[in-house]
């Protein structure tokens, strides 16, 4: 059989499938209808019991379809397709096919050496092609490698699956570069869109309604009649809609259906096209040779993407701000760093990039907004430790003379002794990170986590009321392409009652228990790389300490220096983990894309909590805690003594390791995200060639890189709110750091999306996912660690314990010697050391006095009564404030309660048919046997129930926790 008779069995037998289906449905094409068809001979269907009919006490509903293949008909418009008439700026004409008129939807792109044949698949298959473009080889008879031959037909079944399905394509072929790049255009016709959108629960708009949503700054700002600086105009905004899950059989319910050009917006057609491109086979479905991104990853295709809708380049101080595209909109009025100050134009960002990426940025936003307070109390507390510094009694005990006098013992076991005065300067500056300011900003810190999470959830509710995702992922999420490509079996979906690809449970956990084996041995190696810091800590410090010059600057060099080579491994093994953990999430064949993406966030942060935190909790709780005393000494191996606290004590050093880390890991980050991209655009440039194409904008957005997704997003934020949450003790100035660079994260994240990397697909979301559950668990164990730090890393205790107990009325005069203790003559002085002092509270035998015990269990009481307290306050924050906000739960209650009253009347409306209906035929001396009367009252029953739940024009909510209306469920 020839290629051609194939396709055109393969066409029969779609267009087959589809008559009946449609025939199931209803016995007609809904797409193929006209106004003229549903009337023909005078027979128009009836639908007894639409909610609409009901409230209005019309029983007769005529059902009259649009022509939806013909848009000739512009004379009467309703008012409601005039509210859906919003402007969506100029469109270039370079986003359309060679005809002008239908859209390009999706772009593939692959290159092919010149040397060998010309590789177009308008050879093979019939596609549009603009021969204009095709420059063929001098050496087109070559014959291509079996790579070549693996990769062509790889193309050319995976186009004829696009094309067996209904996609219109159109290839270019451009030969100005190194290699010759096909570009093949794809359009989704009106029917393919219909099929799709209803496949993937798309919701479409009933009813347009006000957007009134308000910011709380803008409240209080008008309260008090200042003007707001933060408020800024932006043209064509989105309109808000009542919606339902979308129904070809009921497309002239829908707001703007006349209109299917523009009926589904750029987004949403590329998200029905990606679809069709993940679910669609190239070769052995048992070997997963499905979908494009499979053949992108293999190099089949050099890329697939949407495009932008044009420049983000303003055209001109002459150019309306209406006529402004979406991109050049969300450029110009959100992502130029001038724009650092307004709003984010949330419903423009979802509109354009969908709800996924518009809820990380206002998640994003809202984090930053949170951060002010945070990082003004904080810098408040830290500049208290400033002023207050010359006030400090210990400092001054510490910079006197008396403590020339005062030789310590050596902190390694070559070192020499020295003078308790040489720590003046360090005893100063420890005083900025502990001080009783301290002990109130991690109390204060505990609180504001917890609050701004119990916030979050009620904007998050909010903004999912606002873009109708309420439910999302419960109810409409499907199975993921690849998942679905490689799945051995169908099995009954238990919700909606479908077929669906399965992957069996016990497998599943077997592959999940043997990935979490590689994870701990990941684990394990990040604390080997630990102790190995250690031991260079340790090592250079011997080192520094047996050169006068360096002696002064031993620690905070050997300290310094450790944490930057800490970093750099940090970011290197992060880097790799990320990819295995990539691998074994996908061997595990996770069902739904939300479970893949959860699953995948947890290893990647389980490693990356122990890959970032593991340094700074030993600093924190263990460093100097295991050291022992002159003479009895603990040695890591051989000679070499375990690590102890710098001359300024631990408190310092934590603070010193958390600054290196967090603001180097956030300095990375950022030039990561301005450099790599144009790195990555300058060397694809190069290496095809691609300097003289771009007289498109398929061709310019091919020379952008490829949109990497949020998870690195996310990832840094959540890992920077564990550094000011769980550490804020040592470095109250985390946040205003925190701040300052996500004010920059913002703007470099829109640049990114808008500007530098390819358009991102569209995908729905009702909220951050599992990264909200990493955020609370952060925000307990900041409780935690914040009430051992105070406890144990601080003096704090053992400072309230002298100034009560041991000091003179109250005062801090002699604490420093409090704090020391004489070195034994057991193994010390009598075998020729010199005498010296050493932090603990030992007699000179060495033994611990009673005071280190008295000191240990008020520290232990402290921990306990602090996370008490702070645990019941959080649990009443959590109480006080409700998840959804008053307003928004009046406002879903309203929707429910309609639904319940249009429904209750439709009931009563049948139960009076049916008794109008039995009377009549009580009434009628007819030959109705009982059994036909019975069966006629049921079968008008059964059609009333049945559309008891149809659509119909009237716009009320649903009995459901999201704004929809019922009408189309």
């Known amino acids: 059989m020839s290629k051609f008779l194939l396709r055109k069995k393969q066409r029969e037998k779609y267009e087959l499938q589809n008559k009946e289906r449609s025939e199931e449905e209803g016995g007609v094409d809904p797409l193929s209808l006209s106004p003229a068809h549903s009337s023909l001979n005078g027979d128009t269907p009836k639908d007894y019991g639409s909610i609409t009919s009901l409230l209005n006490n019309e029983w007769e509903v005529r059902y009259t379809l649009k022509d939806v293949f013909n848009n000739t008909n512009t004379n009467t418009t309703s008012a409601e397709t005039n509210r859906n008439n919003v402007l969506r700026g100029i469109h270039d004409q370079s986003t359309f096919f060679a005809d002008k008129t239908r859209k390009i939807d999706f772009v593939l792109v692959y290159e092919d050496d010149k040397s060998d044949s010309l590789d177009n698949p308008g050879f093979t298959l019939d596609l549009e092609s603009n021969p204009t473009d095709r420059t063929p080889s001098p050496n087109i008879h070559k014959k291509p490698g079996k790579k070549k031959q693996k990769f062509r037909l790889w193309r050319q079944k995976f186009l004829g699956g696009l094309q067996t399905i209904g996609l219109d394509i159109e290839s270019d072929v451009i030969a100005q570069c190194k290699n010759n790049l096909h570009f093949l255009k794809l359009h989704a016709p009106w029917g393919v869109l219909c099929r799709y959108a209803e496949e993937l629960n798309l919701r479409a708009p009933l009813q347009a309604h006000p957007n009134q949503e308000l910011n709380w700054t803008e409240w209080i700002l008008a309260k008090l009649r200042l003007p707001n600086p933060m408020w800024e105009d932006v043209p064509n905004r989105p309109l808000d809609y009542y919606t339902c899950p979308f129904k070809t059989s009921k497309i002239d319910r829908f707001l703007g259906s006349d209109d299917v050009e523009n009926f589904f917006s750029r987004a949403q057609r590329s998200r029905l096209v990606y679809e069709i491109l993940s679910t669609t086979a190239f070769g052995r479905e048992k070997k997963g040779e499905v979908g494009i991104s499979r053949l992108v990853e293999e190099g089949a295709y050099s890329a697939a993407f949407p495009l932008h809708d044009g420049s983000y380049e303003h055209p001109g101080n002459d150019t309306s701000p209406s006529d402004l595209n979406a991109r050049q909109i969300l450029y110009h009025y959100w992502a130029r760093w001038g724009r650092w100050y307004k709003y984010q134009p949330l419903d423009h960002i979802r509109e354009y990039f969908g709800e996924r990426i518009a809820i990380y940025f206002a998640w994003l936003g809202f984090y930053t907004g949170w951060l002010l307070p945070a990082a003004a109390i904080g810098l408040f507390v830290f500049l208290y430790g400033f002023f207050t510094m010359e006030q400090n009694v210990i400092a001054q005990e510490v910079?006197?003379?008396?403590?020339?006098?005062?030789?310590?013992?050596?902190?390694c076991e070559n070192c020499r002794?020295?003078?308790?005065?040489?720590?003046?300067?360090?005893?100063?500056?420890?005083y900025l990170f502990d001080h009783p300011g301290t002990v109130f900003y991690a109390?204060?810190?505990?609180?504001?986590?917890?609050?701004?999470?119990?916030?979050?959830?009620?904007k998050s509710a909010s903004l999912a009321h606002h873009w109708d995702c309420i439910g999302f992922q419960d109810e409409e999420e499907r199975p993921r392409p690849d998942f679905a490509a490689k799945a051995p079996y169908l099995e009954k979906n238990p919700i909606t009652g479908i077929r669906e690809p399965s992957f069996p449970k016990a497998i599943r956990l077997r592959r999940i228990a043997a990935g979490s084996g590689l994870i701990l041995l990941m684990i394990s190696l990040v604390i080997i790389f630990i102790l190995a810091v250690i031991i260079y800590r340790t090592l250079a410090s011997i080192y520094l300490f047996s050169s006068p010059k360096t002696r002064p600057i031993a620690q905070i060099l050997a300290s310094t220096s450790g944490a930057v080579i800490n970093l750099m491994a940090i970011m290197v093994m992060g880097r790799f983990y990320e990819k295995l953990a990539l691998r074994l999430t996908n061997w595990e064949m996770h069902r739904t894309q939300s479970d893949f993406d959860d699953n995948l966030t947890f290893k990647v942060f389980i490693f990356q909590f122990i890959n970032f935190y593991s340094s700074i909790l030993y600093i924190a709780f263990f460093k100097g805690k295991f050291v022992g005393y002159p003479g009895h000494y603990k040695h890591i191996f051989g000679s070499v003594r375990n690590e102890d606290c710098g001359n300024g004590g631990c408190l310092i050093e934590l603070a010193q390791q958390l600054g290196v880390i967090m603001m180097g890991k956030q300095i990375i980050n950022n030039a990561q995200e301005v450099f790599i991209p144009k790195l990555k655009a300058w060397w694809h440039s190069q290496k095809s060639k691609l300097q003289r194409i771009g007289g498109s904008q398929m061709e310019e957005d091919y020379k952008l890189v490829d949109n990497e997704g949020l998870f690195q997003e996310y990832l840094e934020m959540v890992l920077q709110f564990g550094f000011i949450t769980i550490f804020v003790a040592a470095f109250p100035l985390a946040p205003l750091c925190a701040l300052l660079n996500n004010w920059m994260e913002i703007r470099l994240d829109a640049q990114k999306f808008v500007c530098e990397t390819r358009r991102a697909v569209a995908e729905r979301a009702e909220n951050i996912g599992i990264w909200f559950k990493i955020l609370e668990m952060l925000a307990q164990l900041a409780v935690i660690s914040n009430a051992f730090l105070i406890a144990f890393t601080s003096d704090f205790i053992q400072k309230l314990v002298f100034k009560y107990e041991y000091g003179e009325r109250g005062t801090m005069k002699d604490y420093v010697m409090f704090t020391l203790?004489?070195?034994?003559?057991?193994?010390?002085?009598?075998?020729?050391?010199?005498?010296?002092?050493?932090?603990?509270?030992?007699?000179?035998?060495?033994?611990?006095?009673?005071?280190?015990?008295?000191?240990?269990?008020?520290?232990?009481?402290?921990?306990?009564?602090?996370?008490?307290?702070?645990?019941?306050?959080?649990?009443?924050?959590?109480?006080?404030?409700?998840?959804?906000?008053?307003?928004?739960?009046?406002?879903?209650?309203?929707?429910?309660?309609?639904?319940?009253?249009?429904?209750?009347?439709?009931?009563?409306?049948?139960?009076?048919?049916?008794?109008?209906?039995?009377?009549r035929y009580d009434s009628e001396d007819s030959n109705f046997s009982p059994s036909t009367r019975r069966k006629a009252l049921g079968e008008l029953s059964d059609k009333f129930s049945a559309t008891l739940t149809e659509p119909s024009q009237h716009k009320i909510g649903q009995p459901a926790k999201r704004r929809r209306s019922p009408l189309l469920s």
């Open 417 to 430: 002794t020295w003078d308790l005065h040489q720590i003046c300067f360090y005893t100063k500056l420890a």
């Open 399 to 411: 910079c006197s003379e008396a403590a020339k006098n005062v030789t310590m013992c050596p902190l």
């Open 443 to 458: 109390v204060f810190m505990s609180f504001w986590a917890v609050t701004f999470l119990e916030y979050w959830k009620r």
């Open 821 to 919: 203790s004489k070195s034994p003559k057991e193994r010390w002085t009598d075998e020729g050391q010199e005498e010296c002092y050493y932090r603990g509270f030992r007699d000179d035998h060495g033994n611990l006095t009673p005071v280190h015990w008295k000191i240990l269990a008020l520290k232990f009481a402290f921990v306990i009564i602090f996370e008490h307290v702070v645990f019941g306050v959080c649990k009443l924050i959590d109480i006080l404030v409700p998840d959804i906000p008053a307003s928004l739960d009046v406002k879903m209650k309203r929707e429910r309660f309609l639904a319940k009253e249009a429904l209750q009347d439709a009931e009563h409306v049948l139960q009076k048919v049916l008794t109008e209906e039995e009377d």
